[in-house]
């Protein structure tokens, strides 16, 4: 006799827990058999995501190479390592990765599988924050709400490149809603970790670990900073992760429409 059960992670986007992109099912089949049979356990986690555009798609200002590199071989790192913590112990079974995120923080005291679980979440949410094309100036109600945080979309840029040249050693820049201020707002973070611990909304994210521009830019932080800004982000992604924000946070004026 046997019996599987398979929990897929809550709707195809548990980024925020309110972001629109997909991630992996999270499946956990058991089959127990009787008799002289052996017991067998069958366990599916995480897979990796495949970034949404070909690998060549974002040059000449992000390579294949890196692509190759950072998404095929660290990235994937990440996932592997993710899903053999895991494999040891069911205890985590069913949570969406942003909650498993959260949980294995521990409230600043990291549980081992933390690095991975973040490491993966942080990976598919840039991926996600960069689009061919990309860059420019945001539009409609999220260029609005920029400008009234920051005072203008000229000082928002700014002060997310600004971050991105004093972050020291290894880490992420982000843009994030701040659930109590009700304000976006430009956080740094140091390796790891990511803002769903202090209960912001990430918009968009820009890694700053080496791996993620050495090969392109050298040690050219700076380059790779504004090149980001002006070639690479998705505005698209913003606007669509800012509307579904406004489910949990009120902003008033303006009304991020959604895309």
Request: aromatic share 12%; glycine share 6%; hydrophobic share 40%.
């Amino acid at each position: 006799m046997g019996s599987v059960t398979c929990n897929p992670l809550a709707p195809p986007s548990t980024h925020l827990l309110l972001n629109p992109l997909k991630i992996p099912k999270f499946c956990h089949s058991r089959r127990h058999l009787h008799g002289s049979q052996r017991a067998s356990k069958i366990i599916a986690y995480y897979g990796l995501k495949t970034p949404p555009y070909k690998l060549d798609a974002l040059e000449p200002y992000m390579s294949k190479r890196t692509l190759e590199v950072h998404w095929g071989e660290l990235h994937r790192g990440y996932v592997e390592g993710l899903n053999k913590h895991l494999a040891k112990d069911d205890v985590l079974y069913g949570y969406t990765l942003d909650e498993l995120v959260k949980v294995s923080y521990n409230s600043g005291n990291p549980l081992p599988v933390f690095n991975n679980a973040v490491q993966v979440w942080n990976h598919d949410f840039f991926w996600e924050s960069m689009q061919p094309g990309g860059g420019d100036i945001p539009k409609y109600g999220v260029l609005e709400q920029i400008e009234k945080d920051f005072g203008s979309f000229t000082n928002f840029k700014e002060k997310f490149i600004e971050a991105a040249l004093t972050l020291f050693g290894s880490g992420y820049v982000w843009l994030v809603l701040k659930r109590e201020e009700r304000r976006l707002a430009v956080v740094k973070t140091s390796n790891a970790i990511n803002p769903l611990v202090w209960n912001d909304i990430p918009i968009i994210s820009l890694d700053m670990w080496e791996h993620a521009y050495y090969l392109d830019y050298k040690n050219d932080k700076g380059t790779y900073a504004n090149v980001f800004m002006n070639h690479l982000v998705s505005w698209n992604a913003a606007m669509s992760r800012m509307a579904r924000a406004e489910a949990f946070v009120n902003l008033g004026e303006p009304k991020i429409p959604i895309a």
